[in-house]
């Protein structure tokens, strides 16, 4: 919505553009017909800036929708993460479903580690991105489940992790397409 804001802001200073070009060019008498033609193309200008402007938003809504209606593809059953180890190594596993029509190639799941008071935590030894992302290999061929028996060992090393958060999902289709959403 800001960038639409931003493109309406544009529309007006071009109108006030033309508008200042109009009255800098008053020193000389203007023919009603010249005063015309100044008027016809600021509003010729101000058309062509609202009707990009509603493109604009008619291409963002509809890409959202396209999003919005990858989201309902995957169909998460569980996740969780495992007890600390005795080095603090802490795995992640999660179960889900593919309800598109597509063999799905790739899934990157992006989570953070949570504590005991709901804070995201630093795995305290080797690389220490929060949040992390892990990667499923496929294919996941569509209405099938993945997840059981399989997991990301030590994916984080921290005492204090007690459980995970979603954060982002990432879906590569055997075609070639790519979406991802925030969860």
């Given amino acids: 919505m800001n960038k639409t804001l931003s493109y309406i802001a544009v529309s007006v200073l071009t109108i006030f553009v033309v508008l200042a070009v109009y009255k800098s060019n008053t020193h000389k008498e203007l023919s009603e017909q010249e005063k015309q033609e100044i008027h016809m193309e600021a509003l010729r200008r101000a058309d062509s800036i609202t009707n990009a402007i509603e493109e604009k938003v008619r291409l963002e809504q509809e890409m959202k929708n396209r999003v919005e209606s990858y989201r309902d593809s995957i169909q998460i059953i569980k996740y969780y993460t495992s007890n600390p180890n005795s080095a603090g190594g802490v795995d992640f596993n999660i179960v889900w479903k593919n309800n598109t029509k597509q063999t799905i190639k ?16 630093y795995s305290t030894i080797g690389i220490y991105n929060v949040p992390k992302t892990v990667k499923e290999t496929g294919p996941i061929k569509p209405g099938k489940t993945s997840g059981y028996g399989t997991y990301w060992e030590n994916v984080w090393y921290n005492h204090s992790i007690r459980k995970s ?16 959403f925030v969860l």
């Fill in 106 to 121: 790739y899934v990157r799941w992006t989570v953070s580690a949570i504590n005991a008071v709901d804070d995201e935590v």
């Fill in 165 to 180: 958060k979603l954060r982002k999902c990432e879906i590569e289709f055997m075609n070639g397409t790519v979406v991802s």
